[in-house]
């Protein structure tokens, strides 16, 4: 495997289901981010992990709980959810988050669906 | 608040060029990205500027003015492949990044 993968590509859960989705990075980055889009609107950054560390938590509602074991994977657990969290969630890894002239390399992202 | 604005929707003709543009307003400035995304698939990177002016690369350019908090993407000769989302980003002052909701550009014979 090479580059950021993530799995499930596709996810249809209840809203009393209990669900985590994976990432991994094999470009031996130390930053990685899990991202929410939304038809026509713009990325909305969730969390940050920068070496195994979380920097950033956007106001993201408990029912998301990500976990960074290490700096190739990211998890994001999901319970209890609304069907509005129905959305393409992505993830995206880069060299460091405060070097600005990294790009972000982003997974396929999961297709969330919440019935 | 930080704001980038770009256009929804966008049509071109294959072989032709097209300009997206991209204005933003935010807390710093720390270089502006430009991503493709195709339909069902992962943003890709294009393009980053930091210093005013353009950065040529094949047949894509970006263009960015930092004392006008604009910037664009230049497409030349255009191909059926390159219908896609087109995404600007900026860093901010805590190097994150603000994204735009992406411009949509529809490529026709």
């Known amino acids: 495997e090479t580059g950021v993968t993530q799995t499930p590509r596709h996810l249809v859960m209840g809203m009393t289901n209990k669900k985590s989705l994976k990432c991994e990075q094999h470009?031996?980055?130390?930053?990685m981010y899990w991202y929410k889009q939304s038809a026509k609107k713009p990325l909305e950054l969730m969390f940050v992990?920068?070496?195994?560390?979380?920097?950033e938590n956007n106001s993201v509602p408990s029912r998301f709980s990500p976990e960074c074991p290490n700096s190739s994977h990211l998890f994001l657990h999901l319970h209890t959810l609304q069907p509005e969290d129905s959305a393409l969630y992505l993830c995206?890894?880069?060299?460091?988050?405060?070097?600005?002239?990294?790009?972000?390399?982003f997974g396929p992202g999961t297709r969330l669906t919440v019935t | 608040g930080q704001n980038i604005d770009q256009p929804t929707e966008m049509t071109a003709t294959e072989g032709a060029i097209v300009q997206i543009n991209c204005t933003y307003q935010?807390?710093?400035?720390?270089?502006l990205f430009w991503y493709q995304q195709h339909a069902g698939e992962a943003p890709t990177f294009l393009s980053y500027?930091?210093l005013d002016g353009l950065e040529e690369k094949g047949r894509f350019s970006s263009f960015l003015s930092r004392s006008k908090g604009y910037s664009y993407l230049l497409l030349k000769e255009l191909q059926m492949k390159d219908s896609a989302s087109y995404l600007c980003?900026?860093?901010?002052?805590?190097?994150?990044?603000?994204w735009g909701a992406g411009t949509k550009l529809i490529i026709k014979p």
């Open positions: 995206a890894s880069s060299g460091a988050s405060g070097d600005s002239s990294y790009e972000q390399y």
């Open positions: 470009l031996g980055h130390n930053a």
């Open positions: 992990y920068n070496f195994k560390e979380q920097t």
């Open positions: 935010t807390s710093g400035f720390n270089g």
């Open positions: 500027n930091v």
């Open positions: 980003a900026v860093r901010d002052s805590n190097y994150q990044l603000i």
